[in-house]
Nanobody, 123 residues
């Protein structure tokens, strides 16, 4: 069974940092990439970043220069390092699996999802 578990969310002041983790039990056949998405109250879920099995990454314009995505394949864990956080980064953050890391970061490309972790940035 494919399971994804996010952790690392919390409350942080603006300008602070958090590192989210996504642990994956196993990948479905033909899935090789991990994506991070977020959903703020009353808004649609939006793509934040993704990483492919060869290390190729993509980041949303809104987080470029502040967020990075990385993997530790030995631990089956993927990370979203978030620096210089802003109140508008407040959302539930989800990780998900996909066949590849598409730069369009579209939700429909991702099949398996975690339960999400809350990130709150205070001003």
């Amino acid at each position: 069974e494919v399971q994804l578990v996010e952790s690392g969310g919390g409350l942080v002041q603006a300008g602070g940092s958090l590192r989210l983790s996504c642990t994956v039990s196993r990948f479905a056949f033909d899935d090789y990439a991990i994506g991070w998405f977020r959903q703020a109250p009353g808004k649609q879920r939006e793509g934040v970043a993704c990483i492919d099995s060869d290390g190729t990454t993509a980041l949303a314009d809104s987080v470029k220069g502040r967020f990075t995505i990385a993997s530790d394949n030995a631990k089956n864990t993927w990370y979203l390092q978030m620096n210089s956080l802003k109140p508008e980064d407040t959302a539930v953050y989800y990780c998900a699996t996909s066949r590849t890391c598409y730069s369009r970061l579209r939700r429909n490309d991702y099949g398996y999802w975690g339960q999400g972790t809350q990130v709150t940035v205070s001003s």
